[in-house]
């Protein structure tokens, strides 16, 4: 059994989240770049060349990438042998999240569903943050972190197809997603699709395959195949670069499939904006 200090825990959960809102990983940063070599829209390209400078003032300065600073959205691989020592590892999560959102100087996005009133001073600053745990075998503990904002969660759609659509209504579903957001997710974004299990799974699992580093193969070579036929199919729909119109809308979609009921065809599709703020650790 391996022990790792709660206070740990929390410091490494505070540091992630802060670098994560200052800093664009590497991989969209570089799928930012390609898609600036290769956008044949003027407009687009320029606006294109204005994210990629709001990316390199955000780091140098320290500052958020975006106002809306995101939920906290964590996937955790916890070892069978990985204990907390001095609480619980959820307590030592939001207590991070909430550390790294106040020290950071993002802001408290969280609300009851119906007043819509902050909870930053009843339940706690940007919390609860949205947790999935998974046990695995080993002493240690995996933690992917990603903020994730309104508007591209607002365009965020789940449905259960009937088997006989296959890949052809997955396809259109997603088209159908893509096109009704428009401009509203900040394109060019990252398109995570999740398919089969449940009508839950489908969601859990569309949200962690934007997690995946953009633009790379899928393992799965029918999967990869099917991943380059969306893309190019949803950069014929012409929104483009915060919908201006040009020819790349879409930097990447990834898909995630999981074995379903054989009266069901799952199918999530998580957006994400040009602003894809995702850290990967290992305590």
């Known amino acids: 059994m391996r022990e790792v200090e709660f206070d740990d825990i929390v410091k490494s959960v505070k540091n992630l989240i802060i670098h994560t809102a200052y800093n664009l990983p590497e991989d969209a940063l570089n799928a930012l770049k390609k898609a600036h070599e290769e956008e044949k829209s003027p407009v687009c390209k320029e606006v294109l060349e204005q994210i990629l400078e709001n990316a390199k003032i955000a780091r140098e300065e320290d500052r958020p990438l975006c106002q809306d600073t995101g939920l906290a959205v964590f996937f955790l691989k916890v070892g069978e042998d990985f204990k907390v020592k001095g609480g619980s590892l959820k307590d030592a999560i939001n207590k991070g999240t909430e550390l790294g959102y106040k020290e950071g100087y993002l802001r408290a996005s969280t609300c009851d569903c119906f007043t819509r009133a902050n909870l930053k001073d009843t339940v706690g600053y940007n919390l609860p943050a949205v947790i999935h745990f998974d046990l695995v075998e080993g002493d240690k503990l995996e933690i992917e972190y990603a ?97 201006m119109g040009g020819t790349k809308t879409v930097l990447a979609v990834h898909i995630e499939r999981q074995p379903c009921h054989i009266a069901s065809l799952p199918v999530s599709v998580n957006v994400q904006c040009h602003s894809s703020r995702h850290s990967h650790i290992t305590i």
Request: aromatic share 4%.
């Open 147 to 243: 903020a994730k904002g309104g508007g591209s969660e607002n365009v965020s759609r789940a449905t259960v197809l009937a088997p006989a659509q296959g890949k052809k209504g997955i396809l259109n579903f997603v088209k159908e997603v893509v096109s009704n957001a428009g401009p509203n997710p900040c394109p060019p974004i990252i398109v995570g699709v999740g398919i089969g299990g449940t009508f839950e799974k489908a969601a859990i699992s569309s949200k962690h395959a934007l997690f995946r580093e953009a633009g790379s193969k899928n393992t799965d070579p029918e999967l990869d195949e099917f991943e380059q036929e969306i893309l190019e199919e949803l950069n014929k729909l012409g929104i483009g670069a915060m919908g």
